[in-house]
T-cell receptor, first 109, second 113 residues
Framework: QKEVEQDPGPLSVPEGAIVSLNCTYS??????FMWYRQYSRKGPELLMY????GNKEDGRFTAQVDKSSKYISLFIRDSQPSDSATYLC?????????FGSGTRLQVQP | DTGVSQNPRHKITKRGQNVTFRCDPI?????LYWYRQTLGQGPEFLTY????????KSRLLSDRFSAERPKGSFSTLEIQRTEQGDSAMYLC???????????FGPGTRLTVL
């Protein structure tokens, strides 16, 4: 079993929809939680960074962490075609990041 | 553009050849990481440096792989006697002291024929 599980999708939604992306993890040592966006053939781009349970909002993005359930989520409001990309969750416990496999999102105009 | 640069962006080589990649981190970032990403998977940690010291290596980093960061600035990752299974995207990330945010470069895509 992988330390971080993420549904690979693909997830297809119409423009303007609310998108929910999720990851579960098994390692209690993870303390920092991140979401990266990766466009095809590009490097990952940091979207959100959190270190405690609860919600963190940044524009159209909200990151949610539930350490008791070992579950993190990313919500995207008013999704746009430009949001079409692969979204990677990542977690840090001892310096290096452990990534999920990524969820491919397609926002249809 | 995060400010982390990697060269070359794409490398095609024949099995058995040696290849070397370079990463230039954001200026004054003291930690530098190497990851490998295969199709449909998230990046996997290979190794990291704090300044010029290589502090951790993953079990993924076989003895055919070697990384250096002379003078704590740019870093190189060399793969000797490449195998088809080495085909992947090699990503570099840098981190500023006292933070944990990793900024990734655009990656080097390696294809081993």
């Amino acid at each position: 079993q992988k330390e971080v599980e993420q549904d690979p999708g693909p997830l297809s939604v119409p423009e303007g929809a609310i998108v929910s992306l999720n990851c579960t993890y098994s390692n209690s040592a993870f303390q920092y939680f991140m979401w990266y966006r990766q466009y095809s053939r590009k490097g990952p781009e940091l979207l959100m960074y959190t270190y405690s349970s609860g919600n963190k909002e940044d524009g159209r993005f909200t990151a949610q962490v539930d350490k008791s359930s070992k579950y993190i989520s990313l919500f995207i409001r008013d999704s746009q075609p430009s949001d079409s990309a692969t979204y990677l969750c990542a977690m840090e416990g001892r310096r290096a990041l452990t990534f999920g496999s990524g969820t491919r999102l397609q926002v249809q105009p | 553009d995060t400010g982390v640069s990697q060269n070359p962006r794409h490398k095609i080589t024949k099995r058995g050849q040696n290849v070397t990649f370079r990463c230039d981190p954001i200026s004054e970032h003291n930690r530098l990481y190497w990851y490998r990403q295969t199709l449909g998977q998230g990046p996997e940690f290979l190794t990291y440096f704090q300044n010029e010291a290589q502090l951790e290596k993953s079990r993924l980093l076989s003895d055919r792989f070697s990384a250096e960061r002379p003078k704590g600035s740019f870093s190189t990752l060399e793969i000797q006697r490449t195998e088809q299974g080495d085909s992947a995207m090699y990503l570099c990330a840098s981190v500023r002291a006292s933070t944990d945010t990793q900024y990734f470069g655009p990656g080097t895509r390696l294809t081993v024929l």
